[in-house]
């Protein structure tokens, strides 16, 4: 053996040249290979579970409020989609939509409703779309799609609510102006164009750790190390302006 300036033990140059490294290199490959294979298996099923929850909750719907004269139903997705932990409800009533429950950050964050998916033949004349709404002093943001939810290729559209929303317990009534709304996709802004009202076929609400440009939410949790903590909104009004 031979050592160089720091020590290290080097190996002769006629025991080098003797080791079998094309055996190595496919043994190295394979191990690669197997890694690359496993992570694929897990990837997949992970995806599956997705759909399989994403299915699940669609046929949860809660009927409540109306959008350019069509009546609404709605559904959950919380972050379970993908692997998550955080849990919420969702009941109408006279006063609205109530949605509460409990964030999570291990594996997730996020928590949402959103309506079914269906042909809202807004005119082409709106620019901004009217919410009267009650906070837990969190920042939520609405989301708009333009296709199924399950077409994941297609952007959504979101947009943060107001500073205004983020007094705990106050009605509030605010505009979102469709030029506001930046596409994104899974939570990251992506380029496309402004949104196209006519072709509106969803909204939501997101209660996430990511604001609408991607970003660290501001205004998220209870400020503190807290792995996890209860939220509640209610949905009083919707409409086209």
Aim: proline share 4%; net charge neutral; hydrophobic share 40%.
């Amino acid at each position: 053996k031979m050592s160089d300036n720091d020590g290290e033990t080097l190996l002769p140059k006629q025991v080098v040249s003797g080791l079998p490294w094309k055996r190595i290199g496919l043994v190295g490959c394979g191990i690669v290979g197997v890694v690359l294979v496993a992570g694929g298996i897990y990837g997949f099923s992970v995806y599956r579970r997705g759909i399989a929850y994403m299915h699940k909750m669609q046929d949860e719907k809660t009927e409540a409020l109306s959008l350019g004269g069509k009546k609404m139903e709605w559904y959950r997705l919380n972050d379970v989609v993908m692997g998550g932990r955080s849990t919420s409800q969702l009941a109408a009533d006279k006063t609205g939509l109530k949605f509460w429950g409990e964030i999570s950050i291990i594996g997730g964050g996020f928590a949402s409703f959103t309506s079914q998916d269906q042909s809202l033949d807004l005119p082409d004349s709106v620019t901004g779309i009217r919410v009267k709404a009650v906070t837990d002093g969190q920042l939520y943001k609405l989301v708009i799609r333009t296709a199924d939810i399950f077409e994941m290729s297609t952007p959504s559209y979101a947009c943060d609510f107001p500073d205004s929303t983020l007094e705990a317990g106050k009605e509030v009534t605010f505009v979102l102006p469709l030029s506001k709304f930046i596409a994104s996709r899974r939570g990251q802004p992506v380029q496309s164009g402004t949104v196209d009202a006519s072709k509106i076929r969803s909204v939501g609400v997101n209660l996430s750790y990511l604001d609408m440009h991607g970003k660290s939410n501001p205004h998220f949790g209870p400020g503190d190390d807290s792995k996890s903590w209860p939220f509640e909104f209610k949905l009083v009004e919707i409409a086209a302006v």
